[in-house]
């Protein structure tokens, strides 16, 4: 019976979070389009660049309890496939949380407006010009903590690379968030993975890098 309700008690927060959303791409369609006459800018990639992350390992909801989160999985195959460098956003506040007080701690945070601390610092965020910014969504935008993130280091005139690991939002309202973040940044070439999908996924994230000039 215990089990039972948590199951219906995950469908639930899964149901609303996903039409809460207000974007539910697969993740076929998960490369961002630019808008008719609005060409995204070329990126660079010969200049240095760093993933930017945060991802929670733990209890899941499709994946089950896991060791490596599934952004973390992202973004190891792009610092692997790009040689970028890799700044992990890390909080314990979430460690050991099971998935439903997880979904209900993130959804207060997010009604708030908190803005968790992580851990760490990058050493001169200066040296990067591209910066690659990837988060699981939570109710349809990036973790608070990421926020966090935003508000302390200043990536306007960077170009920004967005992406998400999500379970039905896509990229949800990520790329806003970044874009409102960071008005003269260069937010371009966003990608979105189902999280159930990254184990298998490196030649869908191999493809995207590629169609960003990566690799060629
Ligand atoms: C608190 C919480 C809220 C979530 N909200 C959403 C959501 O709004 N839309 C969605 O598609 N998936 C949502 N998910 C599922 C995660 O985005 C998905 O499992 C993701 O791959 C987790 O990545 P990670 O392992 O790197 O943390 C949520 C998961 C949690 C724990």
Redesign the pocket.
């Known amino acids: 019976m215990k089990t039972l309700k948590y199951i219906l008690a995950s469908a639930l927060?899964?149901l609303v979070?996903?039409a809460?959303?207000g974007n539910t791409k697969t993740a076929a369609e998960g490369a961002e389009q630019p808008a008719v006459g609005q060409q995204p800018l070329p990126v660079d990639v010969a200049s240095k660049a760093i993933v930017v992350?945060?991802?929670?390992?733990g209890d899941?909801?499709?994946?089950g309890n896991?060791k490596v989160?599934?952004?973390?999985?992202?973004a190891d195959y792009i610092s692997e496939l790009t040689g970028a460098d890799q700044f992990e956003i890390v909080i314990d506040k979430y460690d050991g949380m099971a998935?439903k007080p997880?979904?209900d701690?993130?959804?207060a945070e997010q009604e708030n407006g908190e803005l968790p601390e992580f851990k760490g610092a990058i050493d001169n965020i200066d040296q990067y010009e591209t910066v690659f910014v990837g988060?699981?969504?939570?109710?349809?935008?990036y973790?608070q903590v990421m926020f966090t993130f935003f508000n302390r280091y200043d990536l306007n005139g960077k170009t920004i690379i967005p992406f998400?690991?999500?379970?039905?939002?896509?990229l949800?309202r990520c790329v806003d968030d970044v874009k409102k973040a960071y008005p003269k940044a260069n937010v371009t070439g966003a990608f979105s993975i189902?999280?159930?999908d990254?184990r298998d996924g490196k030649a869908s994230v191999e493809k995207w890098l590629n169609g960003l000039g990566y690799g060629k």
């Open positions: 927060c899964v979070y996903t809460c959303s992350f945060f991802s929670h390992a899941n909801y499709s994946v896991i989160g599934n952004t973390k999985i992202v998935y997880l979904c701690l993130a959804k988060g699981p969504v939570w109710w349809g935008t973790p998400t690991t999500h379970e039905g939002s896509g949800g189902y999280g159930h990254v």
